[in-house]
C-alpha cells in the first residue's frame, strides 16, 4: 500500500490540530487517561509519547472504523471516551506513525459496541455539523467525478461517504468501474461491507477479482500486482464468505505479504491477526523508539456553535456601528469645514464670482434680494427707525428660472459668511442625525454673524407634517423651526430657501418670523428673454444676422435655464458644421428641436403622405396669412419632428396674457385651414385623421369662449367650472353648450373653406413650394401668397444623413448623466429642465426603414435563403421594436434548425411572424367539420371585402389555422406605417370588419350566427366612435373633438345620443356595403372558403387569384387528416391507434418528415 500523507487523512470536525506551545493544554486534556496507562507521559521531540500495552483493560474492543481510522470505547467510572487512531503520514526518516485522537463523550452506564448498533445511531450528528459534511461531500463527489482516473480524489470522497453513507461505497465501488480504486480504497469497499453486515449477501470473491483487475484488463486498477497474486492464492482455498472477506483484507492491509502489515488484527473478528500476527497494537506505542503521535478532537455542541456565531456577529456589529457613527459625526473621508470638522452638508461658499449683473430676466426678485444684501452691508440704516433684520426669505418659482444663480448672486455680493445645503443632506438612515446637522448648520453660521444660511429643494426637509411621517421626519423640521424662530434668538442669520413645490411646505414654516418674504421668481417674460439671450451671446460668438428679438418672440415659456440650452445647442451644432458663427438658422435649428423633438430625416414618407402634408399645412399658412387677427406666421415646415409629419409656426408680438375674440375667432380658422385643404384638394374620403390635433385645439378654444369668456348669447355670460364646463351645469345647459361649441366650430370651418377656395391658386403654389423646399420662413410664406413670388435661393438637398450632436458639458464636473425610462411623464419637471437634463432623446419604434435595417443587419449573421423579402417583412411588421425583431430571427433560426433546413426561407419567417402576432399554433385542437367550415366562410368573407373594396390594405394572408383563440384569421400589409388614414381607409376598414359576420349570416342563416364577430364589430365600433368624435366625420356632431377614450367626457347627455347615433349609422352603413358585394360575389367567396378548407392556409396573391380570376393553386393540398381538422371520431379513431397528434409529430420530426411536421 503507497504511504499517505498526514493532509489526506479525515477526522471529525472540530479537530484542533495542537503545536508544541499547547503541551501543557494536551497534558491537562489527558490527565485522567493516565491512570489507565501502564506508564506515564513522556516528551520527545514535541510530541507525547504514549507507550501502553495491549493486554491493559484501557481497550474495550475495537468498534467502528472511519475513513483509515479506528475508534476504540472504553469508560471509566464517570465518563467515557474514545482514542481514534489509523494510518499517518511519514514522520522524520520516513517513519510511519498512528495518530491517536482524543474525544470527549457524553457519559453512559452502558458502552456498546457499534457493531451491535443500529447504523443510524452510528452516524447521528448535530445538524449545523450534518449540514456542512454533506456540502463537503457535494464539493468531493464532483472532483471524484471529473477525475475518474484519480485514485486519490476517489478515496478523499469515499472515505468521508462512508462515515455515514458506507452503503452507497459499496454500490459505487461494485458498479461504477470507470473510476479508479487503490489498495486504500479496497479496505474501505471491505470495511463498510463488515459495517453494514452485507458481507454474507453482497461478497464474492470472483466479482471482488474481477474488479481489482485480476484476469481481466482494468485500466482503473491500481492494486499492485502483488497483492492481486496473493489474493488468487487466497482464493484458492475453501472459506465462508466472511472469513474470506477477513482474510482478503488482511492480505490488502498487508501488501500482498501476508504478515505484519497494517491492518488491526481485531478488525475482523481475529483473522487479521492470523493473517499476519497481532497488527499494529504491538508494532507502535510499546517503546519510545516506537511513539504515537497524539491529536486532541475538541467537538462543540450545536448550542456552543450557535452562540460563538452569535457572539461573534453581535460583537461585529456593534464595532461597526460605533465605527460609521464616528466616522459620520467627526467627518473623516466627507471633507469639510477645516476647524470645525463639520461634513459636507455644512459648506461656506468662498470667492463666488456672480453678481446680480450676471442675473437677467427676473428684474423683481433680484431687487428683493438686493435690498438684503444692502442690510447686512449696512444695518444701522435700516434699523435707526426700529426695523430688524428679516429672518428668512423664500424663493419660489418653476425650475430653471434662476433661484439658485440669485442666490449665489447673493453670496457674490453681501460680503458675509455664506453657507449652503441641500434639503436632502439632512435626512440620513440613522434617527436623529438630520436634526443634529440642522443645529450644526445654524452654529456654524451663528459664529460668523452676520451671515446667510441657502438651503435648495427646502421642500425636501420641510414638507407638510403628517400623522403618518415617520418621527426622524417630524424631529428634523422641528429642529429648523426652532433654529429659525425659536426661544434662543438666531439674531444676523438669513435663511434663504428655493424651492419648486411651495404648495408643500409646511405652514408653520411659512409663516413671518421664519420666511418673512416670499418672493416669486417666475419665467422670463419676452424682455428678460431677449436680456438673457443677450448676456448668453456676449460669451460666444454670434452671427450679424441673427436677430435675438425674433428669438425671443420665438420662445414663450422657456426659463433661463432653457435659453442656456437654446445657446448651448445651437453653438454645438455650429461647431459640427464647421461654421465660423452661429446663425440665424442654426438658432432656429436648436430651437425647434427643444420644442419639437429632433428631426426625423431617416423617416419613410411617401410621395402621397408628404404630397397630402404640403396641402395640409400650405391651408393652415394660407388662412394665417390672410385671416385678420391671427398670429404672425413664422415658419412652415413638411420635416416630420416628433410625431408630426409637418408644422406652421407663428410668432406673436409679444407675450400673450389674454386673447380678444376676433384672435380667439383667426385661431380657430387656422385650426380648421389643414382639414379644409385635404378636403378641398383630395376629396372628402380621402381627407385624413391628421387634422385630429387641430380639431382638438379649435374644440378647446370654442368651448372656452362658451364657458369661462361669456361669447355665447344662449349661455349667457356665465362661468361652467370644470375642464370642459360641464361638471356644474345642468343637462339642458349642457346641451346647449355642446350646441355653441359646434356652432362656433363649423362657422370656423365654414369660413376656411371659403378662404381656401377663393385663394386655391395661391395655396397650390404655396404647398408645391414646401414639396420643393420642406422648410419656408415666414417671410417667404407671405410673398408667396401674397405677391407670388417663389424663394430665390437653392433647393435644399434632398435628406441626408442625421447629425449626431454632442451637448455641452459642465467643465468642471466632468461627469455625464444618462437616464433611460419608459415613463417619462411620471418624472418632475425639475429633474427634466436645462441643466440637469438638457437633452431629450426620444427613442421611437423604428419604422418601415429602420426595421428593414434591423433585420438586414440580423439577417448578416445567419443564414438566409434566397426567396426570403426583408422589405416584405418589415411591412409586415408594424409596432415592432429593435427587441420583437431580434426575437423573430432567433425564432427563425430555431425553426429552421429543428426542421434540418440548409437555410432560413420565407416560408419560416412567417411562420415566427404569426408565432409572435397571434400565438404558436393549435394543431392539435379538435375542430369540428362545422365549425372549420364555418370559420373558412368568416375569414372568406373578410378577405372577399378586403379584395374589391377600394382603400383598404393588401391582403397578405388568409388562414383557419387556429392560434391563440382565433380559429382563423386574415392578415393585411400596408404599404409603410401609417401616421394618419384617410376617410376612405376608414371607411375599407370597417367593411372588411364587417365582411366576416355578413358571409356568416348569408351561407347560414341569421339564427346561426356565431359569436367569433365579437372582435370585429368591436374594432369597427372604434374607428366609427373615433371618425365621429376625434376627426369631424359627422354633420349632425359638427367638427368637434369630444375627449375621452369614447368621447363621452364632455358631451351632454342629448349629444352622446347624437354620438351614438351617429356611429351606429356609420357601422350599419358598412355592413350593407359588404352585404351588397357579398351577395354579388357568392360563386367567389365559396370557392375561396373551399379552396382554404383545402389548403388551410393561402397566401395574398393566391387569394387575389381565386377572386378575381377564379384560379386555385397549383401547389399540393395540405394533408389534414392528422389531426386539428376532423371530428370526435378522427379523435377517438387516433387514441384507439395509441399515438397523439403531439406524439405523431414528433416521430416526424424524429423521422425526417420535416415536410410533413410543418
Known amino acids: 500500500m503507497p504511504p499517505l500523507h498526514a493532509g489526506q487523512l479525515r477526522y471529525h470536525d472540530f479537530t484542533l490540530y495542537l503545536e508544541a506551545r499547547e503541551q501543557r493544554r494536551l497534558r491537562q486534556k489527558l490527565t485522567v487517561v493516565q491512570p489507565l496507562l501502564s506508564s506515564p507521559l513522556s516528551l520527545s521531540n514535541n510530541n507525547f509519547q504514549l507507550p501502553f500495552s495491549t493486554t491493559n483493560r484501557f481497550f474495550g474492543g475495537l468498534t467502528r472504523q472511519i475513513g483509515n481510522n ?7 467510572s464517570s465518563s467515557n471516551y474514545r482514542f481514534t487512531y489509523g494510518i499517518g503520514g511519514n514522520h522524520n526518516n520516513n517513519t510511519t506513525a498512528t495518530h491517536l485522537n482524543y474525544l470527549n463523550t457524553p457519559p453512559s452506564s452502558t458502552l456498546l459496541s457499534p457493531l451491535q448498533q443500529p447504523f443510524s445511531q452510528q452516524t447521528r450528528r448535530p445538524f449545523l455539523t450534518s449540514l456542512r459534511q454533506d456540502l463537503h461531500l457535494k464539493q468531493l463527489e464532483r472532483i471524484a467525478n471529473t477525475t475518474p482516473s484519480d485514485p486519490n480524489t476517489q478515496f478523499e470522497f469515499l472515505s468521508q461517504l462512508s462515515q455515514t453513507y458506507p452503503d452507497a461505497v459499496i454500490e459505487r465501488f461494485e458498479q461504477y468501474k470507470e473510476f479508479a480504486i487503490d489498495e486504500r480504497i479496497v479496505l474501505l469497499y471491505l470495511n463498510c461491507l463488515q459495517r453494514t453486515g452485507m458481507v454474507n449477501n453482497r461478497f464474492g470473491m470472483k466479482r471482488f477479482m474481477d474488479r481489482i483487475g485480476a484476469g481481466s484488463q482494468n485500466n482503473n486498477s491500481m492494486v499492485s500486482m502483488g497483492t492481486i497474486e496473493a489474493l488468487k492464492e487466497l482464493s484458492k482455498e475453501k472459506l465462508g464468505k466472511g472469513e474470506m472477506a477477513s482474510r482478503a483484507a488482511a492480505v490488502v492491509a498487508a501488501g500482498g505479504s501476508g504478515g505484519g502489515g497494517m491492518m488491526p488484527g481485531s478488525h475482523f473478528g481475529g483473522v487479521g491477526a492470523a493473517a499476519g500476527g497481532g497488527g499494529m497494537f504491538g508494532a507502535r506505542g510499546t517503546s519510545p523508539n516506537s511513539p504515537l503521535f497524539i491529536q486532541t478532537h475538541n467537538p462543540k455542541s450545536t448550542r456552543d456553535m450557535l452562540f460563538a456565531v452569535v457572539r461573534t456577529v453581535a ?41 446680480f449683473d450676471d442675473v437677467k430676466g427676473v428684474t423683481e426678485a433680484k431687487n428683493e434680494l438686493e435690498e438684503i444684501v444692502l442690510y447686512l452691508k449696512d444695518p444701522d440704516r435700516f434699523t435707526r427707525l426700529g426695523g430688524k433684520l428679516p429672518r428668512g426669505l423664500l424663493l419660489t418659482g418653476p425650475p430653471g428660472t434662476g433661484k439658485t444663480l440669485l442666490a449665489k448672486a447673493i453670496a457674490g455680493e453681501a460680503g458675509v459668511p455664506f453657507f449652503f445645503a441641500s434639503g436632502s443632506q439632512f435626512e440620513e438612515v440613522y434617527v436623529g442625525l438630520g436634526a443634529k446637522r440642522i443645529r450644526e448648520l445654524f452654529e456654524a453660521a451663528k459664529q460668523k454673524s452676520p451671515s446667510i444660511i441657502f438651503i435648495d429643494e427646502i421642500d425636501a426637509v420641510g414638507g407638510t407634517r403628517k400623522l403618518k411621517d415617520q418621527s426622524a421626519l417630524k424631529q428634523t423640521l422641528n429642529e429648523l423651526l426652532v433654529q429659525m424662530d425659536g426661544f434662543d434668538e438666531n439674531s444676523g ?36 428673454r431677449k436680456e438673457i439671450l443677450e448676456m448668453y451671446a456676449a460669451k460666444t460668438k454670434v452671427a450679424e444676422d441673427v436677430d435675438l428679438g425674433i428669438l425671443a418672440r420665438g420662445t414663450t415659456g422657456f426659463s433661463g435655464a ?67 387677427g391671427s398670429d404672425t406666421i413664422h415658419k412652415a415646415t413638411i420635416m416630420p419632428r416628433g410625431q408630426a409629419l409637418g408644422m406652421v409656426m407663428t410668432l406673436p408680438e409679444g407675450d400673450q396674457t389674454s386673447m380678444s375674440y376676433k384672435q380667439m375667432i383667426a385661431r380657430m380658422d387656422v385650426c380648421m385651414g389643414g382639414r ?124 441626408g444623413p442625421l447629425y449626431v450632436q454632442m451637448d455641452g458639458f459642465d467643465e468642471n464636473s466632468g461627469i455625464i448623466v444618462i437616464g433611460a425610462t419608459n415613463f417619462a411623464e411620471s418624472l418632475d419637471s425639475a429633474l427634466l429642465r436645462p441643466g440637469r437634463f438638457d437633452k431629450h432623446v426620444a427613442v421611437p419604434l423604428p419604422d418601415v426603414g429602420g426595421r428593414k435595417e434591423i433585420l438586414e443587419m440580423y439577417a448578416a449573421k445567419t443564414k438566409v435563403a434566397e426567396d426570403v423579402d426583408l422589405g416584405i417583412l418589415a411591412r409586415g411588421t408594424t409596432g415592432f421594436s429593435g427587441a420583437d425583431l431580434y426575437n423573430l430571427m432567433n425564432q427563425a433560426a430555431v425553426k429552421a434548425s429543428v426542421d434540418g433546413l440548409e437555410a432560413i426561407t420565407m416560408q419560416v419567417f412567417e411562420w415566427a411572424k404569426d408565432k409572435i402576432l397571434m400565438g404558436a399554433e393549435r394543431k392539435s385542437a379538435v375542430i369540428t367539420k362545422e365549425t372549420a367550415k364555418c370559420t373558412a366562410y368568416h375569414e372568406a368573407g373578410h378577405a372577399l371585402v378586403g379584395v374589391l373594396t377600394d382603400g383598404s390594405d393588401t391582403i397578405h394572408k388568409a388562414t383557419i389555422m387556429p392560434r391563440g383563440q382565433a380559429l382563423g384569421m386574415v392578415m393585411t400589409l400596408p404599404e409603410g406605417d401609417q401616421t394618419s388614414m ?5 371607411i375599407a376598414r370597417m367593411d372588411v370588419c ?13 339564427e346561426n350566427v356565431t359569436s367569433g364577430a365579437s372582435s370585429d364589430i368591436q374594432m ?69 372558403a373551399e379552396t382554404l378548407l383545402e389548403y388551410e392556409t393561402l397566401t395574398g396573391d393566391e387569394v387575389r387569384e381565386l377572386i378575381l380570376k377564379g384560379k386555385k393553386p397549383k401547389r399540393p393540398v395540405v394533408n389534414t387528416t392528422g389531426g386539428g381538422r376532423g371530428d370526435q371520431a378522427l379523435v377517438a379513431k387516433s387514441k384507439k391507434e395509441g399515438k397523439s397528434r403531439l406524439a405523431g409529430l414528433a416521430d416526424k420530426i424524429r423521422g425526417g418528415k420535416k415536410e410533413d411536421a410543418q
Open 70 to 76: 479506528y475508534t476504540i470505547n472504553y469508560n471509566t
Open 315 to 355: 460583537v461585529a456589529f456593534v464595532l461597526v456601528s460605533a465605527l460609521t457613527v464616528v466616522f459620520t459625526e467627526s467627518g473623516l473621508g466627507r471633507g469639510g469645514m477645516g476647524a470645525m470638522g463639520n461634513g459636507k452638508h455644512i459648506q461656506e461658499a468662498e470667492g463666488s464670482d456672480v453678481r
Open 493 to 528: 442669520i438669513i435663511v434663504i430657501g428655493a424651492t419648486n413645490f411651495a404648495e408643500s411646505l409646511d405652514s408653520a414654516l411659512l409663516r413671518p418670523g421664519r420666511f418673512d418674504k416670499h418672493v416669486a421668481v417666475p419665467l422670463p417674460d419676452v424682455g428678460g
Open 562 to 628: 432653457d435659453l442656456y440650452n437654446l445657446m448651448n445647442q445651437a453653438a454645438v451644432k455650429a461647431s459640427v458644421d464647421g461654421l465660423e458663427a452661429i446663425t440665424m438658422q442654426v438658432f432656429e435649428w436648436a430651437k425647434d428641436k427643444i420644442l419639437m423633438g429632433a428631426e426625423r430625416k431617416s423617416a419613410v414618407i411617401t410621395k402621397e403622405t408628404a404630397k397630402c402634408t404640403a396641402y395640409h399645412e400650405a391651408g393652415h399658412a394660407l388662412v394665417g396669412v390672410l385671416t385678420d
Open 676 to 799: 379644409v385643404a385635404e378636403e378641398l384638394i383630395f376629396g372628402e374620403e380621402n381627407v385624413t385623421s391628421g387634422a385630429s390635433s387641430d380639431i382638438q385645439m379649435a374644440t378647446r378654444i370654442a368651448r372656452a369662449m362658451v364657458t369661462k369668456y361669456g361669447f355665447s348669447d344662449d349661455c349667457g355670460v356665465v362661468y361652467y367650472g370644470g375642464e370642459t364646463g360641464q361638471s356644474d351645469a345642468s343637462a339642458s345647459t349642457r346641451a346647449k353648450i355642446d350646441e355653441e361649441v359646434k356652432r362656433l366650430t363649423s362657422a370656423a370651418y365654414e369660413r376656411a373653406t371659403v378662404l381656401l377656395k377663393k385663394h386655391s391658386k395661391e395655396h397650390k403654389l404655396l404647398a408645391e413650394t414646401l414639396l420643393e423646399y420642406e422648410t419656408l420662413t415666414g417671410d417667404e410664406v407671405r410673398e408667396l401668397i401674397l405677391k407670388g413670388k417663389k424663394p430665390k435661393r437653392p433647393v435644399p438637398r434632398r435628406i
Open 982 to 986: 384617410s376617410y376612405k381607409q376608414m
Open 994 to 1006: 364587417m365582411g366576416g359576420r355578413v358571409a356568416e349570416e348569408l351561407i347560414f342563416g341569421e
Open 1020 to 1088: 369597427a365600433t372604434r374607428i366609427a366612435r373615433a371618425m365621429v368624435t376625434k376627426y369631424g366625420f359627422s354633420d349632425d356632431c359638427g367638427v368637434v373633438y369630444y375627449g375621452g377614450e369614447t368621447g363621452q367626457s364632455d358631451a351632454s347627455a342629448s349629444t352622446r345620443a347624437k354620438i351614438d347615433e351617429e356611429v351606429k349609422r356609420l357601422s350599419s352603413a358598412a355592413y350593407e356595403r359588404a352585404t351588397v358585394l357579398l351577395k354579388k360575389h357568392s360563386k367567389e367567396h365559396k370557392l375561396l
